[in-house]
């Protein structure tokens, strides 16, 4: 069974920057311990990724905060947990969710049972986004997110986000 971590979004402008938060700062040192019990071969990361037209697109009208404009500072994944990942695979998503990863992660289980451990921001939108596409596409396989190394908008987001993945066969 190959077990592999899945660091969503650890990016500048989610931890400090323009959409930071204290309870994201807070969780930096428990994904960087998270991300040191896993070989390299078995970590994958998302970066969201927009482009400077970003309040023209509709979650900019949505959400009119800047943020994770791709070539930024607050694009960059944190330096701590950047060096932890090392040569991990960085996969860039333009939305919430992921298509591109949840396509890699089925391609793994296709040729080896799975299970995959989550953990990152912001736990009520990218992190429930992409648990939920990879439990869609790989019902079967065991998806586990560590709410210790996880933050939301609010903590009462946060944890409705966490109810919300255990409805649906999360293990939290």
């Not at 970003?54 to 607050?74: A, D, F, R, S």
């Not at 330096?79 to 860039?92: N, Q």
């Amino acid at each position: 069974m190959r077990k592999v971590l899945v660091v969503i979004d650890m990016q500048n402008d989610f931890i400090d920057g323009s959409l930071g938060t204290k309870e994201a700062e807070a969780i930096v040192p428990n994904v960087v311990e998270k991300i040191k019990g896993y070989k390299t071969e078995d970590i994958f990361a998302t970066r969201d990724t927009h482009q400077a037209n970003y309040m023209e697109t509709q979650e900019g009208k949505n959400l009119p905060v800047e943020h994770c404009i791709e070539g930024t500072k607050g694009w960059e994944i944190n330096d701590e947990v950047a060096k932890a990942l090392g040569a991990a695979t960085i996969i860039d998503k333009p939305t919430f969710g992921s298509t591109i990863l949840a396509d890699t992660m089925k391609k793994l289980y296709e040729k080896e049972d799975l299970e995959i451990e989550m953990v990152g921001l912001c736990t009520d939108i990218c992190v429930v986004s992409n648990a939920l596409m990879l439990k869609a596409v790989m019902p079967e396989v065991k998806i586990s997110v560590d709410a210790n190394c996880c933050a939301g908008v609010t903590p009462e987001k946060h944890n409705a986000a966490l109810e919300t993945m255990r409805s649906c066969q999360i293990y939290i």
